[in-house]
């Protein structure tokens, strides 16, 4: 199947910068996560979105939900050399025990 | 205690051969999936069983063949490795295929 795409597909920003990410689907979501995964690393939970418009904020981080729940974005503010990494997010249309993720993000931060 | 472990972590093998790659899990959960990720870090589902059985396989092709003994494992056995399955496999599990899914360390295959 089709991947969702995240835009952009890469990121290099200069720490203390901000930046965001936006995951795009052309259909209805019923609910949407978000993971990170460092380099070298295993993809790790960060977020779940349920609710249209809802938004959740976790320290520098704040994640949306569309109102028309076909949407979502990432937003780190204020970046810092630990934020390094591919940010994915994964849509969830309903169709239980299936777990797919868009294309991901890899943010670079620099000093 | 690791949620999700897998093994091995690396795997280097040549072309032809059969590998299998293990993965266990001590959440409880009854979802398990086995994903693949290529030098791009796109990550794609392949397979996900819930209590045993599969329920989605997502176009791989027949060399890739998943087996699950009980709810706790999930192993993957590959036969006649290619180049082009040279990639990350990542085993996950969740809670009903719907909650937050934890990831094993990954394997890292390289066919040669």
């Known amino acids: 199947g089709q991947q969702v795409m995240q835009i952009p597909q890469y990121q290099h920003v200069q720490e203390g910068e901000d930046f965001t990410t936006y995951c795009n689907s052309s259909?209805?979501?019923?609910?949407i996560q978000w993971y990170k995964q460092r380099p070298g690393g295993h993809p790790v939970f960060l977020i779940q979105l349920v609710k249209s418009g809802e938004v959740k904020k976790q320290k520098r981080l704040t994640f949306q939900f569309g109102e028309a729940k076909k949407n979502s974005s990432l937003h780190i503010t204020a970046t810092q050399t630990t934020d390094v990494g591919t940010y994915f997010c994964?849509?969830?249309?309903?169709?239980?025990?299936?777990?797919?993720f868009g294309t991901g993000t890899r943010l670079q931060v620099t000093l | 205690d690791t949620a999700v472990s897998q093994t091995p972590k690396y795997l280097v093998t040549q072309m032809g051969n059969d590998k299998s790659i293990k993965c266990e899990q001590n959440l409880g959960h009854d979802t398990m999936y086995w994903y693949k990720q290529d030098s791009k870090k796109f990550l794609k589902i392949m397979f996900s069983?819930?209590?045993?059985?599969?329920?989605i396989n997502e176009t791989v092709p027949n060399r890739f063949s998943p087996k699950s003994p009980d709810k706790a494992h999930l192993n993957l056995h590959i036969n006649s490795l290619e180049l082009g399955d040279s990639a990350v496999y990542f085993c996950?599990?969740?809670?009903?295929?719907?909650?937050?899914?934890?990831f094993g360390q990954g394997t890292r295959l390289t066919v040669v």
């Open positions: 996950a599990s969740s809670q009903l295929g719907v909650g937050e899914a934890f």
């Open positions: 069983y819930n209590n045993k059985e599969l329920i």
């Open positions: 994964a849509p969830f249309t309903g169709t239980a025990s299936k777990l797919t």
């Open positions: 259909t209805t979501l019923s609910n």
